[in-house]
């Protein structure tokens, strides 16, 4: 086993990557593995520097990042292409190269910093070719500088919907119009987002730019259908109610060559459900996540935790989280007096991030009824071509819970186990049963999380494989 440094960080975005820097300031080597090419995460990902201007409303403390691994590499190893597939209670790590080399660590520490997936709400005709996430069309621009054809239609909620619409307009695509769930912020949910003024400014600066390029944005409503003879080429936007379900109302048929489709982002929990971490739901929270202490750490002892893998909190949360869980470790391999200074100003700033991030949830936060309103015959699951009404009757032939439901469909088991369908899967059970979505439960992970050749996995010592 390869126990080159005593903690491995998992994760080399915002958390992940202030986590490593932290504790280089206390004198502590650590492991940074990412599976993307460079840190910053989705959130300050990076790769087409050389081929136009810069994305509009980039934050350029992402660069600053970089520059600061590169600068503490004595300390920190940054592993890029490096992917964990597997994590176990006794802290053992598999970690993928290349696709084909499967290595273990075993350090004293690990800090899981995964971030967050995108929430998708399966309507028909998504699985059309020319939808997209948000997410990935935003990935798009960020590496590629690539802008679709237009018009485009983008749907869903919460902020990464204006900042795609604001950064695709400002690259010069064609946005026909942006489709948002939730309605205006009430007065007082304006007044708790202004307990952060300049993330509130950064919103409204999105707003803005939507509005003087004349883009229409249709709130209280959702996209319910993508059609198209083969590809994309338009939608239907219904009315929704206070729970985001499609309700009767004038409907609008809106002509669209790409559509953008993302409700908010989850907790992303494989690992730690892997490696047997309580869990706990919040919708607040963005839904499922792992349960911590006040010094990021997870109910597996020196198993820490940063970031949205712990519950959404967006970027600044995460940066704050990086600090106090570096400082916890720091604390428990012996040499905490470096970080407590700093561990305590992030607390500090946590109180007023709490308090915005609980209010953005409460305007628009993802609710159950976008979810569960998918027709009998809407895929739910890409990779195993599972619908809604295969699992309706599945519910009703008794198969109540969601591993049941998933090895009686196939609903989740395929390529991206579950990652895209999950909380789809999870609404529709609680709308079938009429129990709350809390109840609907996590399905199982199993290492390897990702296909993994059996030459790699051979590569691993005897008594790990046949884990």
């Excluded at 800090?111 to 798009?140: I, N």
């Excluded at 309580?278 to 020196?302: C, K, L, P, Q, Y």
């Excluded at 106090?324 to 428990?332: C, D, M, N, P, Y």
């Amino acid at each position: 086993m390869n126990t080159a440094a005593p903690v491995v960080i998992v994760g080399a975005g915002p958390a992940g990557a202030t986590a490593a820097l932290s504790l280089a300031e206390a004198g502590i080597s650590s492991v940074l593995l990412d599976d993307n090419g460079a840190a910053g995460g989705q959130v300050w990902r990076t790769g087409a520097a050389d081929l136009g201007p810069p994305l509009a409303y980039t934050d350029a403390r992402g660069d600053e990042l970089r520059r600061d691994l590169k600068r503490h590499g004595d300390l920190i190893d940054h592993r890029t292409g490096h992917e964990v597939v597997g994590l176990f209670p006794d802290l053992r790590l598999w970690v993928l190269e290349g696709g084909e080399t499967v290595t273990s660590l075993h350090p004293k520490a690990i800090v899981v910093a995964t971030g967050a997936l995108e929430v998708f709400a399966p309507v028909p005709g998504w699985t059309r070719p020319g939808v997209y996430g948000l997410g990935g069309l935003q990935a798009l621009m960020k590496t590629s500088r690539v802008v679709p054809d237009g018009p485009v239609v983008l749907g869903g909620a919460g902020p990464l919907l204006r900042l795609v619409a604001a950064q695709l307009a400002s690259f010069g695509a064609e946005i026909a119009a942006v489709v948002d769930a939730a309605p205006w912020p009430s007065s007082g949910q304006v007044l708790r987002l202004a307990s952060q003024p300049g993330l509130l400014a950064k919103g409204l600066a999105f707003e803005w730019g939507l509005l003087r390029r004349g883009i229409p944005v249709h709130r209280g409503s959702a996209i319910v259908e993508v059609a198209g003879d083969e590809e994309a080429d338009s939608v239907l936007v219904a009315p929704v109610d206070e729970n985001w379900r499609p309700v009767d109302g004038p409907r609008r048929r809106l002509e669209a060559r790409v559509v953008g489709l993302g409700y908010g982002v989850r907790s992303n929990v494989e690992l730690t459900r892997l490696a047997g971490c309580e869990h706990t739901f919040s919708a607040s929270r963005g839904g499922w996540h792992a349960t911590r202490n006040r010094d990021m750490e997870t109910t597996v002892e020196n198993l820490f935790l940063a970031g949205d893998g712990g519950g959404i909190g967006g970027v600044e949360v995460a940066l704050a989280e990086g600090v106090i869980a570096a400082a916890s470790v720091s604390e428990r391999l012996g040499q905490g007096d470096r970080l407590k200074t700093k561990a305590a100003k992030a607390r500090g700033r946590m109180v007023d991030l709490v308090r915005f991030q609980d209010a953005l949830a409460d305007w628009s936060g993802v609710r159950p009824g976008i979810l569960a309103g998918s027709t009998e015959d809407t895929i739910i699951c890409r990779c195993e071509d599972v619908t809604r009404g295969e699992i309706a009757a599945a519910v009703a032939a008794g198969y109540t819970d969601i591993g049941p439901v998933k090895m009686n469909t196939r609903a989740g088991m395929g390529l991206c186990q579950g990652r895209t369908c999950t909380p789809a899967l999870q609404a529709i059970m609680a709308s079938e049963t009429g129990r709350p979505l809390a109840e609907a439960g996590l399905p199982t992970s199993r290492a390897p999380l990702r296909p993994v050749p059996l030459k790699a996995l051979a590569q691993l010592p005897l008594d790990e494989a046949v884990e």
